[in-house]
């Protein structure tokens, strides 16, 4: 009586049982019937020519090799036919030519000839105490094949490729002739063992591939962030310079009027005006500074508003880094230099941070600062060489981003000047600047007695 009932207890199990091997069987000819594309072939993204040929030497060497001894092994040691042996062993060493870009490919065509080859041995006359289904040599260009599919197809592909293997193995063991030695075990492990290495190598390079993407992408950030941040430097100090320049356009403008006597009454709309759009000008200025200076707040707890320096403040530099034992030549021209603003300005902050690297790099480094102007007063020389580090000196920071160097160039473009860096034979470093100037503002005409007294 309890057998009637016991039959529907063991009923689901078998479909659950069935209904997984469908699925696994679907996922085999899913992942096995549609290969992947071809894509670049092995090695093919290095720079090296003769790497980039290397698989298909290698691919070259496994064909070749092993055609005319499984032509040998398959007539002479398991008495095949000799053109049957031929055309299996054609079947089984060529295809690793087209391994290198279309490995899956490949392995449909020397499986299906592995296949053909284990049917046709067995009822071969010297199959007896030899290897069955797999004779040596379909082994050695079996798993020679898997490193190839190992190294191109993803890891879904891989397991379905591992367990077809042993799948067929299976098949045949109840096929297996008498006195032979079974080889689908053998097989069936290394096959495991080889794709588990090429995909994990496989993974290992992908890794390595994207942490250098990576870091090259964050190089680039780190440069772009630099100098976006020297821009927002220089837009903070010409507004200092264009500001005070605009002040004493507004100045005049509105005093124009009290300072020149008998001017026409549309002159004086017309100075109103003038004052009026410097003033929003200025207002304008003054909004965007606000903006810049409070990101410079955040950063250092208040805001700048020092008077920018320039090259009248070079000996007070240069006198800073002599103390962080810097030994620093200076060298500047005799007496005032009419310099406009922003040339002052740059060359000033060229030196600073030509400075600043030999303190950090080169530390103890003699230097010699020069500041020159040409002969005819059209254009500004500023010049830093240092030799190289003491020997008992290391260098503060052994490796250097040159993000200051990218700050020069934005100083020597904002005055289409010219910048030239770079390293000496004796081992210092040389950095060198010219700076267009202007001509020089042509000078104010004196005051009248009239219009002193109307001041």
């Not at 010297?126 to 798993?143: C, N």
């Not at 994990?200 to 964050?218: F, H, P």
């Not at 962030?225 to 837009?235: C, K, M, Q, V």
């Not at 254009?379 to 700050?407: F, K, M, Q, R």
């Amino acid at each position: 009586m309890t057998r009637p009932s016991s039959l529907p207890a063991h009923e689901p199990t078998r479909r659950r049982v069935l209904r997984a091997v469908r699925q696994a069987l679907r996922l085999l000819a899913v992942e096995l019937g549609t290969p992947t594309e071809p894509g670049t072939p092995l090695f093919g993204g290095v720079r090296s020519s003769w790497l980039r040929r290397l698989p298909y030497l290698v691919a070259f060497a496994f064909a070749v090799s092993l055609l005319p001894t499984t032509i040998n092994v398959l007539s002479h040691d398991y008495g095949l036919n000799g053109g049957l042996a031929g055309a299996l062993a054609t079947a089984q060493t060529a295809p690793l030519l087209l391994a290198v870009t279309r490995p899956l490919q490949a392995w449909w065509v020397i499986f299906a000839a592995d296949i053909l080859g284990a049917m046709a041995l067995i009822r071969a006359d010297g199959v007896a105490e030899r290897a069955w289904p797999w004779p040596p040599t379909a082994i050695v260009g079996y798993l020679a094949l898997m490193v190839a599919l190992s190294l191109r197809e993803r890891g879904r592909t891989l397991t379905a490729v591992w367990l077809t293997t042993g799948l067929a193995g299976i098949v045949f063991e109840p096929m297996t002739p008498d006195g032979s030695v079974g080889t689908w075990v053998l097989l069936f492990v290394l096959t495991g063992v080889v794709l588990m290495m090429g995909a994990t190598l496989r993974e290992r390079g992908d890794a390595q591939r994207k942490l250098i993407e990576q870091e090259t992408i964050s190089e680039a950030e780190r440069a772009r962030r630099t100098l976006l941040e020297e821009r927002t430097r220089i837009a903070r100090e010409l507004h200092d310079v264009v500001a005070h320049h605009m002040s004493v356009i507004t100045v005049q403008a509105d005093s124009a009027a009290y300072r020149i006597s008998g001017i026409p009454r549309e002159a004086e709309e017309e100075f109103g005006s003038i004052a009026a759009t410097a003033r929003e000008s200025l207002a304008e200025m003054r909004r965007l500074l606000g903006v810049l200076r409070s990101e410079e707040s955040e950063r250092h707890g208040g805001p700048a508003k020092t008077p920018q320096p320039g090259v009248g403040m070079l000996p007070k530099l240069v006198e800073g880094t002599v103390r962080a034992g810097v030994p620093v030549e200076l060298s500047l021209p005799e007496g005032p230099l009419p310099l406009e603003p922003a040339v002052d300005l740059s060359a000033y902050r060229i030196v600073q941070e030509a400075l600043a690297n030999v303190v950090r790099h080169a530390p103890g480094a003699r230097t010699r600062v020069s500041v020159t102007t040409a002969a005819d007063g059209s254009l500004l020389t500023v010049l830093v060489v240092n030799s190289p580090p003491p020997a008992p000196s290391a260098p503060l920071e052994t490796s250097g981003t040159g993000h200051g160097l990218i700050g020069m160039r934005e100083r020597v473009r904002l005055v289409d000047g010219a910048l030239d860096t770079g390293p000496l034979p004796d081992g210092g470093f040389r950095v060198a600047a010219r700076l267009p100037l202007s001509p020089s503002p042509a000078p104010a005409a004196p005051l009248s007695p009239k219009d002193s007294d109307s001041v």
